[in-house]
């Protein structure tokens, strides 16, 4: 049997149903324009095209401000690891751009002193991303001080100098598990009802080009990176109908504190990312811009995916 796409009666959406039809007022007449289920599964005002459906209400929303920048006003955000690196440059950029920020690490002197030269916008907490009390009592206070909470950047990781397989303790394996993967199970899974009481949100997973390809001697690195890339797909497709997206970065070749761990010196760094198509390493604040485009409403449709930001390292490699 075949059948012409879209059927005539059903339309495409969260689910296969019955297409429903403009009710009439009164006498049948209607001095207001009705709305209708589209094809794609909006409710549209036909007479406006203006969108009704709870989960695209932002493409109501009037652009403000510089269109180019992706606004976070009234969002709250929690970032972990933001005491230096990425995890700062985000924090800056977030409340720069209109969130409140409350900043999470372990470096209590340097997280503290980031957010008190961002201001009023910005709180310092300190977490260990490994223990469930601390996330419940984080989130807990993000939410009395700031009103709600609807944006996650779970920015802290570690790796280990690099060492075989054969040479890597379960100790220094599972050191690295608490913390790139625990570390993020426990962060979404606390987040989920106060994003659902603040009517959606955004959780940005920060992973690495080592959850994509391999790594020579980050056996843990890459297994916790690897699994933070399918935790995010899982929770993509769970959270979905709360309004809550879910999305990875995958950065390659960032100058933070991070690359210093693997044991590189800067110089030999640098030499590295000479052979990559940009031909450089990436800096912290272009990491950050994708995170705040991500926690925007303008990623509104971006969910369960890989954002790559590697300079082209991944892309392959030329001969010669």
């Known amino acids: 049997m075949r059948f012409a796409f879209p059927p005539e009666n059903f339309y ?3 689910r296969l149903r019955p297409r ?3 009710m009439p007022t009164g006498n049948g007449i209607s001095d207001k324009p ?3 289920i589209d094809a794609l599964g909006v409710d549209r005002c036909p007479a406006t095209g203006t969108t009704n459906h709870p989960i695209n209400h932002h493409l109501n929303k009037q652009p403000q401000g510089n269109p180019a920048m992706a606004s976070l006003d009234g969002k709250v955000a929690l970032i972990t690891g933001a005491a230096r690196g990425q995890g ?3 924090a800056r950029l977030f409340a720069k751009r209109g969130a409140k920020v409350m900043l999470c690490d372990v470096l209590d ?3 503290q002193a980031v957010a008190a030269e961002i201001g009023a916008n910005a709180a310092y907490m300190r977490l260990d991303v490994t223990s469930e009390s601390a996330w419940k009592e984080v989130v807990a206070a993000t939410v009395a001080k700031f009103g709600k909470l609807n944006v996650l950047v779970n920015n802290a990781g570690i790796i280990t100098p690099v060492k075989e397989i054969g040479d890597t303790s379960l100790a220094e ?4 598990v608490q913390v790139n993967q625990v570390g993020v199970f426990l962060g979404m899974r606390e987040v989920v009802e106060p994003m659902k009481k603040a009517g959606g949100g955004s959780i940005v997973n920060i992973a690495s080009i080592d959850g994509l390809i391999g790594m020579y001697g980050a056996t843990a690195y890459c297994a916790t990176k690897f699994a933070v890339r399918g935790m995010t797909k899982v929770a993509a497709l769970e959270l979905g109908k709360h309004g ?3 999305n990875s970065i995958h950065p390659g070749g960032v100058q933070t504190k991070i690359l210093d761990d693997t044991g590189l010196s800067e110089s030999q760094a640098v030499e590295a990312f000479k052979k990559i198509p940009l031909g450089r390493i990436g800096q912290s604040e272009e990491m ?3 995170a705040a485009y991500l926690a925007s409403d303008d990623a509104s449709y971006s969910t369960g995916s890989e954002f790559i930001a590697d300079g082209g390292l991944t892309a392959g490699f030329a001969l010669g």
């Open 12 to 14: 495409i959406g969260p």
């Open 20 to 22: 429903r039809p403009a």
């Open 34 to 36: 009705t709305t209708r």
């Open 88 to 90: 700062a440059a985000e």
């Open 109 to 111: 002197a340097e997280g």
């Open 173 to 176: 394996y599972m050191k690295v």
């Open 244 to 246: 809550i997206r879910v």
């Open 288 to 290: 950050a811009t994708l």
